[in-house]
């Protein structure tokens, strides 16, 4: 009978660096959608499916809008605004501030197929509703593709 000789002790040092590499790695494989904004304030959004159109619904109160800008592009709608900085008046001074304020840019990463050139954008009562009309699906359909004869030379 052999005996095998005793594996070293594996120090607490490589077993942090393991789990490190392993945190690397996973962030690295993180979806688009899953990152933090890089903005001051990111507003609050809400996405429904209906039978004939996709709803997206975002909080932007006190925001009018010449402030906001709604752009469709490359399968994501993408939401930029800015909400301006309140001043104390003369001789006042702010007791609390807990509304953000700064530039945002929002994306929603949509896998539906869209019409963009028929969307609708409405603000009322600090929510903004864009309404997305959906294609008809395309997958599953079946298209033949024609084979040409090459001619011999």
Do not use: K, Y
């Not at 402030?67 to 490359?74: K, Y």
């Amino acid at each position: 009978m052999t005996r095998r000789p005793a594996r070293p002790p594996v120090s607490a040092l490589a077993l942090l660096q393991q789990e490190v590499n392993d945190l690397f790695q996973r962030i690295s494989t993180l979806d688009r959608s899953d990152r933090l904004p890089c903005t001051e304030w990111s507003p609050a959004v809400d996405v429904f499916e209906s039978r004939d159109r996709l709803l997206v619904v975002i909080e932007v109160p006190g925001l009018p809008p010449e402030s906001l800008r709604v752009v469709f592009r490359e399968r994501e709608l993408v939401l930029t605004g800015e909400r301006r900085a309140r001043r104390a008046g003369a001789g006042s001074s702010f007791l609390c501030l807990e509304r953000p304020h700064g530039r945002f840019e929002r994306a929603i990463p949509l896998d539906l197929p869209v019409d963009a050139a028929r969307a609708r954008a409405t603000l009322a009562g600090g929510i903004l509703t864009v309404r997305l009309p959906l294609l008809r699906e395309r997958r599953g359909r079946e298209t033949a593709v024609p084979i040409e004869r090459e001619s011999p030379e």
